[in-house]
């Protein structure tokens, strides 16, 4: 792998660097000597990353519906390996958005050393890892200052300080792609840039929504070696196909390996996901509240960067401008395919995986401005944008973590009310398997989208009718509903429970989300 160019910190604007020219000012090059400029940029990179690690540290103190699904899924799938049982019964490979053999595993083993605690924690250091690799491949391109910007901007980004602290499958993903971005920028003159597909093969595997961004990373690996051929070049301009031919041949052989039941999984929760109800100007309306900002900033940078002269750049035109459409293109990639599906589900979490792609043209953008400046007007700036962004992050990033309400008082409440044998109706569904595992089997809960009844004459009932004679014949022990605005089934079934004279209201605990306040209901048999 060839060795990578110095970067220069001078007051010349470095969003042509490490290719630009320098500075002409010898005080700016005697106060920015490379020994004092690694210090600096080490110290800079590690006050982002403790920033973006510090405003991480609020958070809800019970896992949501997602976490504590994929942490209990891992449990069972690892449980069924040890002790040889099936598990395909459960039909995780239907209905998770990753190979359930990777990702929930992982968290189940991580889970069972360190608690929710630490399968966050595992969260917050992919996090940390994917700004750093940001950090990396945008100073091979453009140098340090852009690169300390774009680092800046991407780790107090709402959505980034959410995924930050949720113990999904979406913060390992967003740093394995990081890391094919720094691997294929990183390897312009070698062919390592091979290593990116295996890296993007297990990104696809962790989170089927990653194979998106699988053109934007071979594009990347082609504007790479085409920039340090500085002509146009067959073989450079090749590995546009190559990575995308590797990554296909390395899928399929997984799926010959583990079985082709994790295609059903990609299509029902990415390709042929069932379209929602939102509109899409929903989608772009909230689209525009999580990331617009940078966005709008990254276009003006690819803009810019486009506007470059010939002696500022050695890059030609046409170079810079493809360089803009794509990662530009890219971040509306997420914003648009989620309009086609007519769902803001989990559009928080992909609009993090949409902007690593154009955080380095935001970066440009922001560096054009300041680049005539001088160094300590500079440091000054970094931190002033640290504090405004960082606020407005945390704001936005607060109002994202109350999507779903704590449930720790439900839990508490649950603790002495189940038994081994119990049947239990329950909204939200998986807290309880994940909390009260230690007292209760998953097949013992039954949720609000899917029920297994048979009725007294022998008879099988499905949907709603099955919900509706299971509550007329007692057959839940405790039914735990929610009576909050968008809870339909819990609206529909509790005046059901008060009507059918075998059930009890026990308690109530109040909840509270963005989407307002209510009410936890729990019903006892009489």
Not at 288 to 308: D, K, P, S, V
Request: net charge neutral; charged share 15%.
């Amino acid at each position: 792998m060839n060795s990578e160019p110095k970067d220069t910190m001078t007051t010349q604007s470095v969003a042509v660097e490490p290719h630009g020219p320098e500075a002409s000012s010898a005080a700016s090059r005697q106060a920015w000597n490379p020994s004092r400029q690694r210090l600096f940029t080490r110290l800079a990179l590690f006050g982002i990353l403790l920033v973006q690690a510090l405003l991480s540290a609020r958070t809800i103190s019970t896992a949501d519906d997602d976490e504590a699904l994929y942490i209990r899924s891992g449990h069972i799938l690892w449980n069924g390996v040890q002790h040889g049982v099936a598990t395909t019964h459960w039909g995780m490979h239907t209905y998770f958005s990753g190979a359930p053999e990777l990702y929930p595993v992982l968290a189940g083993w991580i889970d069972s050393a360190l608690g929710l605690t630490g399968v966050r924690a595992f969260s917050l250091l992919c996090m940390l890892s994917a700004t750093a690799l940001l950090y990396l491949a945008t100073r091979r391109l453009f140098g340090v200052r852009v690169a300390l910007w774009t680092a800046v901007m991407y780790a107090v980004l709402p959505t980034v300080l959410e995924l930050n602290v949720l113990a999904t499958y979406d913060a390992p993903a967003v740093a394995l792609l990081s890391l094919a971005v720094w691997i294929v920028v990183r390897s312009d003159k070698s062919q390592a840039y091979l290593l990116a597909a295996p890296v993007v093969t297990l990104a696809v595997g962790v989170k089927y929504a990653s194979l998106i961004f699988l053109p934007a990373i071979a594009g990347l690996a082609a504007l790479a070696a085409l920039r340090r051929c500085g002509r146009w070049n067959w073989w450079a301009a090749s590995r546009v196909l190559v990575l995308p031919t590797l990554v296909v041949a390395f899928l399929g052989a997984a799926l010959h390996v583990f079985g082709t039941a994790h295609l059903d999984g990609l299509r029902s929760t990415t390709t042929n996901r069932v379209q929602s109800v939102d509109t899409a100007r929903t989608v772009f309306d909230v689209s525009l509240q999580l990331g617009g900002l940078m966005f709008f900033t990254a276009c003006l940078g690819a803009f810019l960067y486009a506007r470059l002269d010939a002696t500022e750049a050695t890059p030609g035109r046409w170079w810079r401008i493809c360089y803009g459409i794509l990662l530009c293109g890219t971040a509306l990639v997420i914003p648009a395919y989620q309009a086609h599906l007519h769902t803001t589900t989990a559009l928080g979490k992909h609009i993090a995986y949409a902007l690593l792609f154009a955080a380095p043209l935001a970066g440009i953008a922001i560096d054009r401005f300041i680049g005539p400046y001088v160094p300590n007007l500079f440091l000054y700036l970094v931190g002033a944008g640290i504090v405004a962004l960082a606020v407005q992050g945390t704001i936005k990033a607060t109002e994202l973590s109350r999507w779903y309400p704590d449930t720790t008082q439900l839990m508490q409440s649950l603790k002495g009310r189940v038994t081994p044998d119990g049947k239990y109706l329950v909204d939200p569904n998986n807290p309880p398997k994940y909390y009260l595992a230690g007292q209760t089997r998953p097949e013992q809960w039954t949720e609000l989208t899917w029920i297994d009844y048979t009725d007294p004459e022998g008879q099988k009932r499905v949907g709603l009718e099955a919900y509706l004679d299971a509550i007329a014949n007692g057959y839940f022990d405790l039914a735990v509903l929610n009576d909050h605005e968008g809870h339909d089934m819990s609206l529909r079934l509790i005046p059901e429970l008060e009507k059918s004279g075998k059930y009890r209201l026990l308690e109530t605990i109040p909840n509270e989300d963005n989407g307002g306040r209510g009410e936890f209901q729990i019903w006892g048999r009489k």
